[in-house]
């Protein structure tokens, strides 16, 4: 089956930085996009940014743009997302997602990986 497991999460101080990991395994994921999706305490889970198969597109939601990096390392099947600048606003659990390329759904997810930043 499909697992992906995220690390590198932790505890930051703000305008630090940090860079999730996510490994993916349980079948070839050529062609597939992977994502970052967070959720803060009380809000509902919001997308943070997608890359496709051959890196040539990516997308960030608003509030990360220039600060936040994805890239995948298809060798390896691993998605990265670098963080930096963080912001108390960025404090979530991160999770990582695999889309399903017939049904662009996001069909697979890991358990996540907590950030949390300070002021």
């Known amino acids: 089956q499909v697992q992906l497991v995220e690390s590198g999460g932790g505890l930051v101080q703000a305008g630090g930085s940090l860079r999730l990991s996510c490994a993916a395994s349980g079948r070839t994921f050529s062609g597939y996009v992977m994502g970052w999706f967070r959720q803060a305490p009380g809000k509902e889970r919001e997308f943070v940014a997608a890359?496709?198969?051959?890196?040539?597109?990516?997308y960030y939601t608003g509030s990360v743009k220039g600060r936040f990096t994805i890239s995948r390392h298809n060798a390896e099947n691993t998605v990265y997302l670098q963080m930096n600048s963080l912001k108390p606003e960025d404090t979530a659990v991160y999770y990582c997602?695999?889309?399903?390329?017939?049904?662009?759904?996001?069909?697979?997810w890991g358990r996540g990986t907590q950030v949390t930043v300070s002021s």
């Open positions: 890359i496709t198969w051959t890196g040539d597109i990516l």
């Open positions: 997602a695999v889309q399903e390329p017939t049904t662009g759904e996001y069909e697979f």
